[in-house]
Nanobody, 124 residues
Framework: QVQLVESGGRVVEAGDSLRLSCAASGRTFSFGSAAWFRQPPGKEREFVAA????????LYTDSVKGRFTISRDNAKNTLYLQMNNLKLEDTAVYYC?????????????????WGQGTQVTVSS
């Protein structure tokens, strides 16, 4: 049994910073990789960032490179997404995901564990 719960989403202004957290419980020792996806209003879910759970390799979508940082604390079973210089287009429901595979997949189908999402709204 694995559960992922996101937190930290809120309304912020453009240019602000925000850190999202994803607390995992259950058989987290089986994680090979973890990722953040987001779903803007009226759009499909899109890849944001991924990390190898027991390693240090990361992957980011072009639109967030240099602004967002994905990280994880294995001991605390928590995944993070540090978001800096937020833009209006970053507004979305953000989801954390995990996979038993040690692969940074950019497709939602590559992950078998998902959180319920946390809303991030960026205003001007």
């Amino acid at each position: 049994q694995v559960q992922l719960v996101e937190s930290g989403g809120r309304v912020v202004e453009a240019g602000d910073s925000l850190r999202l957290s994803c607390a995992a419980s259950g058989r987290t020792f089986s994680f090979g990789s973890a990722a953040w996806f987001r779903q803007p209003p009226g759009k499909e879910r899109e890849f944001v960032a991924a990390v190898i759970w027991s390693g240090s390799r990361t992957l980011y979508t072009d639109s967030v490179k240099g602004r967002f940082t994905i990280s994880r604390d294995n001991a605390k079973n928590t995944l993070y997404l540090q978001m800096n210089n937020l833009k209006l287009e970053d507004t979305a429901v953000y989801y954390c995901a995990a996979s038993t595979l040690r692969v940074m997949n950019t497709s939602p189908s590559g992950y078998n564990y998902w959180g319920q999402g946390t809303q991030v709204t960026v205003s001007s």
